[in-house]
């Protein structure tokens, strides 16, 4: 089992940087092949936007690819994602997410993935 907390949504205007952070805790956290993050915004489908295999390759979505990173550390146990050039499109509830099932590590899996936390609010305002 494992339980993940994110933070760091907030209010921003666009063309501004924000950075999530989740945590990540639980007994096998070791054995997670993939996390990852997705987004859903008011009246859309979830999307996902990056993920990050054990070894530490990344993939994004094409709608993100060049604005958000994906990364870990995996001393803080702790996933993030960096957010840059924030577009008013990018305001969603984001959600990070985990799986220990290999083969699956990829941005339009990772809303499937067993095992999220609560989310946390991003708004880009113009």
């Known amino acids: 089992q494992v339980q993940l907390v994110e933070s760091g949504g907030g209010s921003v205007q666009a063309g501004g940087s924000l950075k999530l952070s989740c945590v990540v805790s639980?007994?096998?956290?070791?054995?997670?092949?993939?996390m990852g993050w997705f987004r859903q915004a008011p009246g859309k489908e979830r999307e996902g936007v990056a993920v990050?295999?054990?070894?530490?390759?990344?993939n994004y979505a094409d709608s993100v690819q060049g604005r958000f990173t994906i990364s870990q550390d995996s001393a803080k146990n702790t996933l993030y994602l960096q957010i840059n050039s924030l577009k008013r499109e990018d305001t969603a509830w984001y959600y990070c997410?985990?799986?220990?099932?290999?083969?699956?590590?990829?941005?339009?899996?990772?809303?499937?993935?067993?095992?999220r936390g609560q989310g946390t609010q991003v708004t880009v305002s113009s």
């Open positions: 997410a985990a799986t220990y099932v290999t083969g699956v590590c990829g941005p339009s899996y990772v809303y499937d993935f067993k095992y």
């Open positions: 639980g007994y096998t956290t070791w054995a997670i092949a993939c």
């Open positions: 990050i295999g054990s070894h530490g390759s990344t």
